[in-house]
């Protein structure tokens, strides 16, 4: 049974960076032929796609975080990770990491629809 | 981006009578060449994720109920639920995926009338 377990520090200071660490069990990241992305969710707001990795590294980002944001796969630890630096309130969210359907166009490939979540952490940005 | 319009906010149903929510997209997500539109339904309760329930618009994902089926094509859909239960009190998000990035509608939450 597929399981996906965030884990991270809940409170980070504004302009640092924001590291979580997404454990999978039930499914070996590098046989899988799905992605493995983040998800975000601020209080009161609608979800958000941060970005996602495949098993080979490739990653696919929100052009409007695509600045600040790093995924990357660890695939001994059947983990994936994000890093968002220089963060603000605005970043203060409940973060899901989640296994999903994606597809390729002839340039990039794109996320689909979100298959499995893991349960989620709250990531609070405040000094 | 695409924009996602859920309509409407929230909405109260009696015990085994039938909700409907309406999702609306800026853009159509129907793909001419699979002949498929790029919507996904989703169900949230208090303090749970998230859960797939319906992809390609009305393909119900492995295990969730005949009674939520989804409908429409290129920029307006539905998600109905034909005879609400107890358990089904929570929020509900459609999402677009025919155009990177993904993007989700603002949510309808439904409860017990």
């Known amino acids: 049974q597929l399981q996906l377990q965030e884990s991270g520090p809940g409170l980070v200071k504004p302009s640092e960076t924001l590291s979580l660490t997404c454990t999978v069990s039930g499914d070996s990241i590098s046989s899988s032929t799905e992605y493995w992305g983040w998800i975000r969710q601020p209080p009161g707001k609608r979800l958000e796609w941060v970005g996602s990795v495949y098993y080979s590294g490739s990653t696919y980002y929100n052009p409007s975080l695509k600045s600040r944001v790093t995924i990357s796969v660890d695939t001994?630890?059947?983990?994936?990770?994000?890093?968002?630096?220089?963060?603000?309130?605005?970043?203060?969210?409940?973060?899901?990491c989640a296994r999903h359907w994606g597809y390729c166009g002839s340039t990039t490939c794109h996320p689909g629809y979100f298959q499995h979540w893991g349960q989620g952490t709250l990531v609070t940005v405040s000094s | 981006d695409f924009v996602m319009t859920q309509s409407p906010d929230s909405l109260a149903v009696s015990l085994g009578e039938r909700a409907t929510i309406n999702c609306k997209s800026s853009?159509?997500?129907?793909?001419?060449?699979?002949?498929?539109?790029?919507?996904?339904?989703?169900?949230?309760?208090?303090?749970?994720?998230?859960?797939?329930?319906?992809?390609?618009?009305?393909?119900?994902?492995?295990?969730v109920p005949d009674r939520f089926s989804g409908s429409g094509s290129g920029t307006d859909f539905t998600l109905t639920i034909s005879s609400l239960q107890a358990e089904d009190v929570a929020i509900y998000y459609c999402q677009q995926y025919v155009s990177s990035p993904p993007t989700f509608g603002g949510g309808t939450k439904v409860e017990i009338k």
């Open chain 2, 27 to 63: 853009q159509s997500v129907f793909y001419s060449p699979n002949n498929k539109n790029y919507l996904a339904w989703y169900q949230q309760k208090p303090r749970q994720p998230p859960k797939l329930l319906i992809y390609w618009a009305s393909t119900r994902e492995s295990g």
């Open chain 1, 76 to 96: 001994p630890k059947n983990q994936f990770s994000l890093n968002l630096r220089s963060v603000t309130a605005a970043d203060t969210a409940v973060y899901y």
